[in-house]
Nanobody, 124 residues
Framework: QVQLVESGGGLVQAGGSLRLSCAAS????????MGWFRQAPGKEREFVAA????????YYADSVKGRFTISRDNAKNTVYLQMNSLKPEDTAVYYC?????????????????WGQGTQVTVSS
């Protein structure tokens, strides 16, 4: 079992930045690929970014490429999402998730554990 707790969400103006954190406890954190997803009201949950178990393998949705950066600190059991140049369309609840296999990292169904989510609101 892996428990995930997100933090760092909030209200920010367009063009601003936020850094989300996701602290993991339970099983060995470094054994899991980690992902960030988001869900806006009335929309399906969508992939934002993922990072493989080994450092260096990162993946992004086209909508956030060049603005968001995912990273992990295995010593702290934490994954981060640095979000720059935020836009109103980035407004959503952001979730982190852990994937044992690390293969189908773009899909919600691949992830075994989820956090409770943190709200990000970007005002225009």
């Amino acid at each position: 079992q892996v428990q995930l707790v997100e933090s760092g969400g909030g209200l920010v103006q367009a063009g601003g930045s936020l850094r989300l954190s996701c602290a993991a406890s339970g099983r060995t954190f470094s054994n899991y690929a980690m992902g960030w997803f988001r869900q806006a009201p009335g929309k399906e949950r969508e992939f934002v970014a993922a990072i493989r178990r080994s450092i260096g393998g990162t993946y992004y949705a086209d909508s956030v490429k060049g603005r968001f950066t995912i990273s992990r600190d295995n010593a702290k059991n934490t994954v981060y999402l640095q979000m720059n140049s935020l836009k109103p369309e980035d407004t959503a609840v952001y979730y982190c998730a852990a994937d044992r296999e690390g293969i189908s990292i773009y899909y919600t169904s691949a992830y075994n554990y989820w956090g409770q989510g943190t709200q990000v609101t970007v005002s225009s």
